[in-house]
Structure formats: C-alpha cells, structure tokens
C-alpha cells in the first residue's frame, strides 16, 4: 500500500508522518529478538555523550545486506513509501539500531539530520529517515519530538554538543514559540517518517522500560553526493517483498549479516562543523 494523497499533504506541511502498525507483531518480535541476542551489533554499538553526562548508543551499517535488517529496510512497503513522499527513486543511505536502555540512556540535543549530512556533499535535503519502534516509545523513555513543520526553515547552522550536533538554540528556541512540540509516541509496529530539516530531539530515558529503535535513512537516487564520505554513493536499491522478512526470521541466524561502521574513526559529518559552518 502507498502513501495517500491525504497522507503526503500532511507530511509535506507537518515535515513528519506517522504511519501506524507499519510491521506486526510478530515482525517486530522478530526483529527485538534479533538485535537483543546480535553480539556483533552490541559490540559495534558507540557511545554518543549527550553534552551532560549521558551516553546514547547506537550502531550503524551503511549497505542494508541480505538478513533481517536488510529485509527491514529493503521491504516494498517501507521504501515505496519514502519514493512517494520525495518523488522518486531512493537509495539506502543507512541504518541504525539507538539503544535507549532503560535508566541509562541519553538525551538527543535539538538538530536537523541534514545539519550534518549537509557536510557530506548532499546539495538538496531530499533525504528522510524513518525510524520502527521496536520498543514502545512514551513521553517517560525518551520518545522522538519534533518541532511540526520546522522542515521549512531551511538548513539551521549546527555546533557539537557533547559528541552530538546540536541546532542553533536561538532559532530552535524562537521557532518553538511559533511552533508546536509534538512528542510522537509510538507502539511498536508503529513508524516515524521525517524530513531530513526537520528539527527532532529526544530526552534521557528515566524509565524502567529500553527505547530500542531502528531508524533507516534514504536519500534521492538524483540527490548522488558530489564527494565521497564515510556513506555511501547512489547504488541500487533492491527492494524485496513484504514476506520476506519473516521467511528470512524463520532462518534464525546468529549473524548480524551486516558490516558496522566505526563510528568513532568513520563519522566526520558532526565532528567537522566548526562554529556551525
């Protein structure tokens, strides 16, 4: 099923859009199970200090692979999806698992994805990302917001903040007199597609439930980077039908079937923005 008329209207004023029961359940099970026993992605995972003493972790793979993550990302009715809101062919620029743990995990500053992806030769923002709750996501631990419709601002100046680049504050903060705070709460199943300007932010998880996520990013076939960076170039996407992704959960493998990024050494996007230019 495609995005709806109604549906790419709300995205195209809001900048997000939520699409609920994406995956079942049992996918979803799958896919918890899967990343909560894969010691590679575990091992990969980076800490991200969130400039007070938090850490969030994450890993992140760049080409989507031929297991469960990739069937994820690869899946018609994810990437058919994100090909109707921006207009035409997409890529996978990368995936990533955030492992909000439950008391531990850290906050995310307020920034735009394409503040610093901008550093890595995109001319256009024609980039979304869309993140599966494979957890429950509330208010309580740490949930995605987002400032509605901020995707219109344009590209915002970005600073570090702890190992994170954070947005402007002042415009952030004069935008959210203007503009709503929305904190999306999600079941798991449940997925957030978001422009690549749109403003997000999450808090520390205080709770006593995880936050895991996975969030799949794409950018515009026609948006090719103009330099080579630590993602990848245009290069085919594959798309593979909806059942594959509990065919390839039947396999039951150990493997992640995926290559992690090392962050610490790969990732210049944020560490590169010097003053926010």
């Known amino acids: 099923m495609k995005i709806t008329t109604e549906e790419k209207k709300k995205f ?12 079942s359940e049992k996918e979803i099970q799958a896919l918890s199970k899967k990343a909560h026993n894969d010691r590679k992605l575990n091992q990969a995972s980076s800490s991200m200090d969130d400039g ?4 969030v972790r994450l890993s992140l793979w760049n080409h989507p692979g031929d297991g469960l993550y990739g069937m994820f990302s690869r899946s018609k009715r994810l990437v058919d999806r994100v090909e109707d809101l921006l207009g035409g062919e997409v890529y996978h620029y990368h995936s990533k ?3 909000k743990d439950a008391k531990i995990g850290g906050a995310w500053a307020w920034h735009q994805d394409y503040g610093y992806w901008y550093q890595n030769g995109l001319l256009f923002p024609d980039l979304i990302s869309v993140m599966i709750a494979v957890d429950k996501a509330t208010k309580e631990n740490g949930c995605l917001q987002v400032i509605k419709g901020s995707h219109k ?28 705070k929305v904190y999306c709460e999600m079941e798991p199943g449940d997925a957030l597609f978001f422009h690549s300007n749109t403003l997000h932010a999450s808090d520390a998880n205080n709770s006593d439930q995880s936050r895991w996520t996975m969030i799949c990013a794409y950018n515009k076939a026609s948006n090719n980077p103009y330099k080579e960076s630590h993602h990848p170039s245009y290069t ?3 798309k593979v039908e909806d059942e594959m992704i509990m065919t390839v959960a039947s396999r039951d493998s150990e493997g992640s ?12 996007s944020a560490k590169s923005l010097d003053g926010g230019q």
Not at 12 to 23: C, P, S
Not at 153 to 180: P, T, Y
Request: net charge negative; hydrophobic share 40%.
């Open 153 to 180: 601002l344009g590209r915002i100046n970005h600073v570090l903040s702890g190992d994170q680049a954070g947005a402007d504050m002042e415009r952030v903060q004069e935008a959210l007199k203007i503009q709503e």
């Open 257 to 268: 079937e995926v290559e992690f990024a090392d962050l610490s050494s790969e990732d210049k």
């Open 52 to 55: 007070k003493g938090n850490a």
């Open 236 to 238: 085919k996407l594959h």
């Open 12 to 23: 195209e004023e809001d900048g997000y859009l939520i699409v609920r029961n994406l995956f």
């Open 97 to 99: 698992i955030v492992l």
